[in-house]
């Protein structure tokens, strides 16, 4: 069974950092490039960043560019999204995803690439 579980959400300060993970399990986790997606209230939902398949190339979002970071431990079949001088605008449900068709490139942002999706995490960033 496919499964993707989010964890490491909650509430921070504006200014903080705050670090999310995302656990697979039954599947190849090595040969998916993942990504983490965001949807704040009321808003559709929001590419933030990827990483490829080895983790050697990675991919952001203009608006967390900079301030997040996105890693993989393929042993540990885990995903990890660090977030710094986070501002109340980061404030969403944090989704991790997985795209298990092969491509060169690392930037897809597009949702409907995506085969699997975590259940989301909130983050929320109090100003």
């Known amino acids: 069974q496919v499964q993707l579980v989010e964890s490491g959400g909650g509430l921070v300060q504006a200014g903080g950092s705050l670090s999310l993970s995302c656990a697979a399990s039954?599947?190849?986790?090595?040969?998916?490039?993942m990504a983490w997606f965001r949807q704040a209230p009321g808003k559709e939902r929001e590419f933030a960043a990827a990483?490829?398949?080895?983790?050697?190339?990675?991919c952001y979002g203009d608006s967390v560019k900079g301030r997040f970071t996105i890693s993989r431990d393929n042993d540990k079949t885990t995903v990890y999204l660090q977030m710094g001088s986070l501002k109340a605008e980061d404030t969403a449900v944090y989704y991790c995803?997985?795209?298990?068709?092969?491509?060169?490139?690392?930037?897809?942002?597009?949702?409907?690439?995506?085969?699997?999706w975590g259940q989301g995490t909130q983050v929320t960033v109090s100003s």
């Open positions: 990483i490829s398949r080895s983790g050697d190339s990675t």
């Open positions: 995803a997985a795209d298990r068709t092969y491509s060169y490139n690392t930037c897809i942002v597009t949702e409907g690439s995506y085969d699997y």
């Open positions: 039954g599947w190849a986790f090595s040969r998916a490039r």
